[in-house]
């Protein structure tokens, strides 16, 4: 069964295409270790709410935009084996270091079984 691993955060308006390379600079690596898909979405129409909202969650401030994101892995064990990579891979670890267009500490994530998935065909 596969497997996503999802990603909410705050990014600068004027980071946008900063933001789109990095992903697209970091897929090739995701994609040598086993991820199927990566979903990388600008807010459009994401507004605050009353008691919780993606903005809340991430302290979204002035002239940010809230990024939601999901990686599909063929299965939790391929996610995981990846994950113990990249977290002692020093070329990642490098690039990622200071490259990162947005506060990585308002950043959260958190892995997913499916529970129901459904496409038109």
């Given at each position: 069964?596969?497997?996503?691993?999802?990603?909410?955060?705050?990014?600068?308006?004027?980071?946008?295409?900063?933001?789109?390379?990095?992903?697209?600079?970091a897929?090739?690596?995701?994609?040598?270790?086993?991820?199927?898909?990566?979903?990388?979405?600008w807010?459009?129409?994401?507004?605050?709410?009353?008691?919780?909202?993606?903005?809340?969650?991430?302290?979204?401030?002035?002239?940010?935009?809230?990024?939601?994101?999901?990686?599909?892995?063929?299965?939790?064990?391929?996610?995981?084996?990846?994950?113990?990579?990249?977290?002692?891979?020093?070329?990642?670890?490098?690039?990622?270091?200071?490259?990162?267009?947005?506060?990585?500490?308002?950043?959260?994530?958190?892995?997913?079984?499916?529970?129901?998935?459904?496409?038109?065909?």
């Amino acid at each position: 069964m596969s497997y996503v691993q999802g990603f909410l955060l705050a990014v600068p308006e004027a980071n946008k295409e900063a933001y789109r390379k990095m992903a697209a600079e970091a897929w090739s690596f995701f994609a040598d270790l086993g991820c199927l898909e990566v979903h990388e979405n600008w807010g459009d129409a994401v507004e605050p709410g009353t008691v919780t909202s993606f903005p809340q969650a991430v302290k979204l401030e002035e002239g940010e935009v809230v990024v939601f994101s999901w990686m599909v892995w063929p299965d939790k064990a391929t996610h995981d084996a990846a994950w113990a990579k990249i977290k002692t891979d020093p070329a990642l670890q490098s690039q990622m270091g200071d490259s990162m267009p947005f506060d990585g500490m308002r950043m959260m994530w958190g892995g997913f079984e499916p529970l129901f998935v459904a496409r038109a065909s």
